[in-house]
């Protein structure tokens, strides 16, 4: 054993004459054809890393009916087929592979004296077993996009634990019910209320009983709730104009149930009456700008309201009316922004820099 280039280097040989079992045929031979070096890393030692530089024999198999002539020793709890690390180090590394991703062990393991690629890691966590578990109680079913907007499967999920169970490749219904065959036992199945989940769910598990789970009672009511507004939105239009707009509040940072949405697979826009309507009144009010009309004489033409019109006139495009109140209001900052600007186009960057020249 010794420090060699900043690394704990091992230098290990199996013994001469210790007999070992063909992997062929399970016959133990001893006769030895040749010795070869293997290189192992191990798990790191006292800061540093760790090579195992280890002698084993290439050996003769004697038995005449087995196929193999020779074959090359193994070392139980060291050593595997064209494997270079040691058992100890795979599972450091999958473990950590399973807590911070593989791209971030790529980059720690190099601080603790290991070399390995992130394909590498991901490759040691695709080994792993998958968590054992048992039929659930209470079982949650949703679609799950392995590529987003185009390939979904159907992911299964124990309500009580939080603990994904299995994965489905696709958003069949008779997976589903497959799937629900060869688990018995379930007593609640949640879901949305697509109605192919619901039939087939039910044939799979006639005893359970079935509820929405809540995202989806929330994403129902809100689909119901714009619906509900914009069959009464003339009501709506006269109540903005009777009174005058209140101070909104600065808005939140986002939510959860903001990022819940945009996981869903949708148009770069949402659709619907509401904004087919918003769309036209939008470019109604932008081509009489456009015309020279004023804001009032727009306003009286549309039978809008004038705040109303001017919000469509300010907006560049009816998407930009979507992002919310708040984004084309004014700020603090605008009367520095030409020189942000410039100070930008002249390549600083440093925000805090920035900040102290401002
Ligand atoms: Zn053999």
């Not at 062929?24 to 293997?38: K, L, T």
């Not at 079982?139 to 799950?144: M, N, R, T, V």
């Not at 199945?189 to 009983?209: K, M």
């Not at 919000?311 to 009316?321: G, L, N, V």
Request: with cysteine; net charge positive; glycine share 6%.
């Amino acid at each position: 054993m010794e420090v060699r280039d900043g690394r704990v280097v091992i230098e290990a040989s199996t013994p001469e004459d210790v007999p070992v079992l063909c992997p062929g045929c399970q016959a133990p031979s001893g006769r030895v054809h040749s010795r070869y070096g293997r290189r192992l890393a191990d798990a790191p030692c006292g800061g540093r890393g760790v090579v195992i530089e280890l002698s084993v024999r290439r050996l003769f198999c004697d038995n005449g009916e087995c196929r193999r002539v020779t074959f090359a020793e193994q070392i139980d709890g060291l050593t595997s087929r064209y494997g270079r690390r040691t058992p100890v180090l795979q599972r450091m590394l999958a473990a950590l592979g399973v807590v911070v991703a593989a791209r971030a062990v790529a980059r720690l393991a190099l601080l603790l004296g290991v070399v390995v690629s992130r394909t590498t890691v991901l490759r040691l966590v695709m080994a792993l077993p998958d968590p054992a578990w048992t039929t659930p109680r209470v079982l949650g079913i949703d679609e799950f996009a392995t590529r987003k907007g185009h390939r979904y499967g159907t992911i299964l999920v124990d309500c009580e634990s939080h603990q994904p169970l299995d994965l489905l490749p696709d958003r069949d219904a008779d997976s589903v019910a497959a799937w629900l065959r060869e688990y018995p036992g379930i007593e609640i199945i949640c879901r949305d209320r697509a109605q192919v989940f619901a039939d087939r769910a039910r044939t799979g598990a006639p005893n359970a009983q079935h509820c929405a789970d809540k995202w989806h009672v929330w994403h129902n009511l809100a689909e119901a709730v714009e619906r509900l507004v914009s069959r009464h939105r003339a009501l709506l239009r006269d109540l903005v104009e009777t009174f005058p707009e209140p101070e909104r509040p600065e808005p939140e940072p986002a939510q959860v149930e903001t990022v819940k949405a945009t996981e869903e697979p949708s148009e770069p826009y949402p659709q619907g009456k509401f904004l087919d309507r918003l769309r036209d009144t939008h470019a109604a009010v932008r081509a009489q700008v456009e015309q020279g009309l004023s804001l009032r004489e727009i306003a009286r033409r549309l039978g809008l309201g004038r705040n109303t019109v001017r919000k469509y006139a300010r907006a560049a495009s009816p998407e930009a009316m979507l992002h919310g109140q708040w984004q084309n209001r004014t700020s603090k900052l605008d009367a520095f922004k030409p020189y942000l600007d410039q100070r930008i186009a002249e390549g600083c960057t440093n925000v805090s820099r920035l900040h102290r020249e401002l």
